[in-house]
């Protein structure tokens, strides 16, 4: 891959503007004084789609330095929709689909999108010979990613995740994979009935206590993740020739909208403020998609007891891509139109069904409520079946993979934590302590 034209990264609060060194995720004016804006991705020159080269080749413009050798599949494809669009009466909508179909040379690894954002963050780091461990937490899916290419591209991470989502932790199996695994990441799992955000909060405290010898890896401040779940935008636009009048899809964070609206910007300049973002939530875990409808800041308290009643885990962030600066609000405030949809359980493994029986697609849950929220207005007419919609559709194919090419699942590394070691100090420092040799052999290539 070749090294990306100059660019920054600019801070849209105070508009400071810093050179990339791999690892960036905040401004340092604005950290000092306790304020974490998403800083964005800024070329010097405005990015253009290399019509010559092929898949994620043709969209380097729009990414971070990416210069390492290793080569990405294709991830994704964009193409009309059949059989749902027929059934339910619209006229031009197109998928935007990451996973595993074969039949149309969608290879992602780890069947999700997680694997453009992941793949961007470790080639960012890794073409600015960052080489120190990378800490992060999630709730299955990302860590799913980073544990894959982390191990493919010997990049060491430290992962913490909820015990309840062991089983999304699984890979398909190659040579030498698991091994891999074991020498580079790091898995650490939070006993139930600990959640995600019971992991978020341990991955901070152990950021503090090893501070120096690892990299927060920062989630949506990281560019690497808005500049790579970006890459959604490119293809739809890559293969219509237009941006969409419509975008749905499920979100957790959000930071996929809003790195589809970055895009967009890129791509179409104002035009871009035409569009009108649909993201989707699993009811009643709804705190991102209410606050966008009663246009208000976030908030998660009276929605935590609603956690773990989510069939799609995934979509239950509770520190989205909306408050700070460079977010969703901010968008908002600037002419962006985002509208916020609920969707029940129920609803949502209908669609499941529903995708398979009309497209032959199996869809992972949180991709299957983006599609049950178009079922909804298909009925309530929200979304115009004559408008130019896209439907990201952010995972499928698990078992198609797992058939094809076995799998396993990835061990822990270190013994896990209790809940309490999440809300408790004294209960954390005994628990670090435990574990403190296995991840300062963490290697540090």
């Known amino acids: 891959m ?8 600019s801070c849209p609060s105070c508009g400071a503007k810093y050179d990339d060194d791999g690892f960036r995720i905040n401004c340092d004016a604005c950290f000092v004084d306790k304020q974490k804006s998403i800083l964005k991705f800024e070329p010097t020159v405005t990015p253009k789609i290399d019509k010559t080269a092929q898949g994620l080749k ?22 009309p929709s059949t059989g749902f669009a027929k059934e339910y009466g619209f006229k031009r ?28 963050v470790l080639q960012r780091r890794l073409s600015h010979n960052v080489r120190k461990p990378l800490l992060l937490s999630s709730a299955g899916n990302t860590a799913r990613a980073f544990v894959y290419y982390a191990a493919h591209v010997e990049h060491p991470v430290i992962i913490i995740l909820p015990a309840a989502s062991r089983n999304f932790l699984w890979l398909h199996c190659e040579d030498g994979l698991l091994e ?16 995600y ?67 967009y910007a890129f791509l179409s300049g ?9 993201l989707v939530q699993n009811i009643p875990y709804t705190p991102l998609v209410d606050a966008i409808e009663r246009n208000k800041s976030f908030s998660v308290h ?82 115009p079946k004559g408008d ?25 590394s270190c013994t896990s934590a209790t809940k309490e070691c999440c809300q408790d100090r004294s209960q954390f420092l005994k628990w670090i302590d435990t574990v403190r040799e296995e991840l300062c052999n963490t290697p540090q290539i």
């Open 180 to 195: 891999r695994v074991k020498k580079y990441c790091k898995v650490i799992f939070v006993d139930q009935p600990a959640n």
């Open 2 to 9: 070749r090294i990306n034209t100059k660019y920054y990264l």
């Open 58 to 79: 043709r969209y380097l413009s729009f990414l971070p330095k990416m210069e390492n050798s290793f080569e990405a599949t294709n991830f994704l494809e964009t193409f």
């Open 302 to 383: 009276e929605y935590i007891s609603y956690i773990d009643t989510s069939c799609s885990p995934m979509l239950t962030s509770a520190e989205p891509a909306y408050d700070p600066s460079g977010g969703m609000r901010d968008a908002m405030k600037s002419g962006h139109h985002l509208c916020g949809h609920g969707v029940t359980n129920n609803e949502i493994l209908h669609a499941h069904h529903e995708f398979w029986r009309l497209e032959g697609i199996e869809l992972v849950l949180p991709a299957a409520a983006a599609v049950a929220m178009l079922i909804k207005a298909s009925r309530t007419g929200q979304i």
């Open 388 to 412: 130019l919609i896209q439907l990201n559709i952010t995972g499928c194919g698990e078992s198609a993979l797992k058939h094809d090419k076995g799998y396993f699942y990835v061990p822990a």
């Open 197 to 263: 955000r019971d992991a978020s909060k341990l991955s901070r405290c152990i950021a503090e206590e090893i501070k120096g010898s690892s990299h927060e890896e920062g989630g949506y401040h990281n560019i690497g993740r808005t500049t790579g779940l970006g890459i959604c935008a490119l293809s739809f636009f890559d293969t219509v020739n237009d941006i969409p009048d419509h975008y749905v899809q499920a979100v957790g964070s959000g930071v996929g909208v809003l790195a589809t609206l970055r895009n």
């Open 93 to 120: 909508l197109y998928l935007t689909v990451t996973g595993y179909v074969p039949e149309r040379n969608i290879n992602s690894p780890t069947c999700s999108f997680k694997d453009l954002e992941t793949f961007t």
């Open 270 to 278: 104002d035009r871009a403020r035409d569009i009108t973002y649909h």
